[in-house]
Structure formats: structure tokens, C-alpha cells
């Protein structure tokens, strides 16, 4: 492979942002088509503001927006939708790419990405379910210090009953996956089965000691509390308690039939998946990737509430979530959060530590992935951002030192491929192009 490579192969390129080889791995990747004319699938919002009134040249904002479109032009990603916020006003609201029809292998009809397309956050939700939780307690609804046994008696089986609902929001509650291969994977439309096998699990690990990524399951049993404390569920109260308040159409778990067809449609593309990655994702997955995927697209996805995994919203509604956070807790007259709520939601956990089941260094408050002075989940010199990334390919995030608040969702799920290079550098675009405020 390394000899049928080289003569394509142009690092510099790659790297760069030049047209030349941008994607020398192309023959190997499940990819999209990418239009000859980018200009023909890009739509840009009317409300981006002249970003010089926020310390931010036009060449700053130019040169964010053209490593969106190098990221696109790798053939990862069907579509693409950006929102940064700066000082609270909206510097770039746009997208990029297909809605549905130019997936890999896809033979549907082409429906153009707008700003105003939702998309399924996956795991970027479990930062929003956090602050929900968070918002209880300062309702003085929970104590997140308390057994999740306090409020949930049945979950206290089977070595569970001092795990606390702060460990389950700083990933230490030793039920990190349900086991790969011992159900069917539509069991993610049976949630009461989910819950009732989740109950009965064993902790992996002692008294919160492990740090292990909770993908979906950590999310269940948030859910299970709020119908135990509020007597409702978690769906209804994001809509009370900040869908309607800050005026989102979407934002909230699943969608009704009624927007189910304006959703992206989720696409795997990517160099193919070999072991030892495939096991490794099916492991945090508890299914395949492709089938978590192939589940994602079904309108019965849509229909449950998957705390963990299924907000819907467009990267603007995102954006706006986070912005409300930066401004503690505010946003255009309307309050959600109390300050001390949102500074006790981002308070680090832990150091940089490798986590468990992702293998990787992970900083972790309680809900939040957190950003690094070095590279971190956010990008370059980020020590102060906080938010959650989804499926490996959707950011969402606030960042107090540059004042900014990010959304950048797509479509495709690559894991590996030759998006990481132009990913890695939009990321440290941002970081630089935005300079901080304060040091």
C-alpha cells in the first residue's frame, strides 16, 4: 500500500489547504462526491455580524470558514454546519454539503444543508442533559453528592447502591456499556429493557474508582431520575425549562414525525474499520458502528429518549445553548442558570487522565469533557473551554478565554481517515484565529 501511495502522496499539501492531492487516500475511503463548485452547496445565514465590532479581522473569520471548506472537500462529510458566536454575536452561520442524497453509495435525491437543518447530536447531548441535571440541583430537586439509590431504589442491586449521581455524571459509575453482542441491537428501541438491564448490572469497578466513558448508558439512568423526582419525563423538562425559554425550535430529545424529515441523514464513510478498532468501537458502542448509524437514521430513533445520545438541533440553537453558559447562565433577558450552577457544572474532576473504555487522555467535569493547555478535545492551548464531542465528529463547546461559543456538526462519521489532518487544523484554526480576551 505505501508504494501504490506515494506518488499521490503530498503532505504538504494535505496539510496546507492547497487543491492539489487533497485527498490522497480517496481510492480507499468510503467517500461523498465533492461538487466542483463549492459555492453551489454553501449557504450562508443573514445574521453574521462584521466580525472587526468583536476584535476579530475579516481575514480571521475568512481563514475559519475556508478550513470548514478544505474539512468538506476531504469527501468525509456530507454536510457541514458551523456557528461561532463571539462577545454573544454570531461571527459565521453557515453550512456546507448535502442534508441527504450525497452520501457514500447514496442514490437518493440531493437536499441541500442549511444552517437551519437539525442534526442528531449524539454524544454532544450528554453535556446538555448534564446541565439539566445541574439545573435540578439548584432547583433543590437533587443532591448530586446522594446514591442514586436515594431517589432510585432499585438501581441499588448488586454492589450499585453507594454509586452517586455525580459519579454518573463524571463517568465513574462503573456501568460503562452494555455488553457488545449479547442483544439484539434494536434493544435501543426498548428502553424500559435498557433500564431494567442496567438496574441489574454489576459495577466494573469499586466505588467510582475508574474513570471509564459512559456512551449511552450513564444517560438511561439520568433519565430514570428525572421521572422519579420531577414525576415526568426528561423530555418535558428541556421543553419548559429551556427549549421554549431561549426560543429553540428544535433542541430537545428526538424529534416528532412531523421534523423527522428535515433531519441530516447520518452517513458512514472513513477508511474501513479492522481490527482492532471495529472490536474497540463495538465495545463502547455495544453495537457496530455501522449499525449504530443504520439505528440513527430509523424514524424510531426519533421517538425515544436517549439522554446520552439523541438531542436534535441545528449548530446555531447549539451555539446559543452555550453562549447562555458563557454569559452565566443568561440570554436575552431570559434566565436559566444560576452562575454558580454553570461554574460548578464545568469544575474539573480530574487531570488529564487515560480514560478506561476510550483509551485516550480525557479531562473530565461532572458532564463536561474539558479542554487542555496543550491539544485537547477542543483544540490547542483550550484550558478553560468546556463542552462534549459526538461520535467523534460533532464539537460543541464554549470557551471563556476567546469568548467564543462553537457548534460544528455533520453528517459523516469517519473514525479514520484523511479528515483528521484538516479537522485537527479547522480546530486550531479557531484557537488561533480567535485570540484570547484574557490570559
Not at 414525525?257 to 455495544?286: K, Q, T, V, W
Amino acid at each position: 500500500m505505501a508504494e501504490s501511495l506515494a506518488p499521490n502522496f503530498d503532505l504538504k499539501a494535505l496539510f496546507s489547504g492547497s487543491n492539489v492531492n487533497i485527498n490522497p487516500l480517496a481510492r480507499f475511503e468510503n467517500n461523498i462526491k465533492v461538487p466542483s463548485s463549492l459555492a453551489e452547496v454553501t449557504t450562508i445565514a443573514d445574521n453574521e455580524v462584521n466580525p472587526t465590532w468583536l476584535g476579530v479581522k475579516e481575514a480571521d473569520k475568512q481563514a475559519v470558514w475556508k478550513a470548514v471548506e478544505n474539512l468538506y472537500k476531504t469527501g468525509m462529510y456530507p454536510a457541514v454546519s458551523i456557528c461561532v458566536r463571539r462577545h454573544g454575536e454570531i461571527v459565521l452561520n453557515r453550512s456546507i454539503g448535502h442534508a441527504k442524497g450525497n452520501g457514500p453509495q447514496d442514490t437518493d435525491a440531493k437536499q441541500l444543508v442549511t444552517p437551519d437543518t437539525p442534526f442528531c447530536l449524539f454524544s454532544a447531548s450528554k453535556a446538555i442533559t448534564a446541565m439539566l441535571v445541574h439545573l435540578l440541583e439548584e432547583q433543590g430537586e437533587i443532591n448530586l453528592l446522594n446514591p442514586v439509590s436515594y431517589y432510585i431504589p432499585e438501581f441499588g442491586q448488586n454492589g450499585k447502591e453507594n454509586i452517586t449521581v455525580h459519579q454518573i455524571l463524571a463517568h465513574r459509575a462503573g456501568i460503562s456499556r452494555i455488553p457488545a453482542g449479547e442483544y439484539d441491537p434494536e434493544i435501543l428501541f426498548d428502553y424500559d429493557e435498557v433500564v431494567r438491564i442496567l438496574f441489574e448490572a454489576e459495577p466494573e469497578s469499586i466505588h467510582g474508582r475508574e474513570m471509564a466513558y459512559h456512551a449511552v448508558t450513564g444517560g438511561y439512568v439520568i433519565g430514570e431520575l428525572f421521572k422519579a423526582i420531577t414525576g415526568d419525563s426528561i423530555r418535558e423538562y428541556m421543553r419548559t425549562q429551556v427549549q421554549e425559554p431561549l426560543g429553540f425550535k428544535y433542541f430537545n430529545y428526538g424529534a416528532s414525525a412531523e421534523d423527522y424529515p428535515a433531519i441530516a441523514r447520518n452517513y458512514i464513510s472513513g477508511l474501513p474499520l479492522i481490527f482492532p478498532l471495529n472490536f474497540a468501537l463495538e465495545r463502547i458502542l455495544g453495537v457496530p458502528l455501522d449499525k449504530a448509524l443504520e439505528l440513527s437514521n430509523d424514524p424510531r430513533f426519533y421517538d425515544q429518549v436517549i439522554p446520552a445520545g439523541n438531542i436534535v438541533a441545528t449548530a446555531e440553537e447549539c451555539s446559543r445553548f452555550f453562549q447562555c453558559l458563557l454569559n452565566g447562565g443568561e440570554l436575552e433577558g431570559k434566565r436559566i442558570f444560576q452562575p454558580v450552577t454553570i461554574e460548578r457544572a464545568v469544575r474539573e474532576v480530574n487531570k488529564t487522565t487515560i480514560d478506561k473504555t476510550l483509551l485516550l487522555p480525557m479531562r473530565y467535569s461532572a458532564g463536561m469533557m474539558l479542554g487542555d493547555k496543550g491539544w485537547g478535545t477542543f483544540g490547542p492551548a483550550t484550558p478553560h473551554a468546556y463542552g462534549h464531542l459526538g461520535l467523534t465528529n460533532n464539537f460543541c463547546w464554549a470557551d471563556p478565554q476567546r469568548a467564543i461559543s462553537v457548534s460544528l456538526l455533520t453528517s459523516g462519521n469517519p473514525v479514520i481517515g484523511s479528515h483528521l489532518p484538516r479537522l485537527g487544523m479547522l480546530l486550531g484554526t479557531i484557537s488561533k484565529r480567535f485570540h484570547k480576551v484574557f490570559s
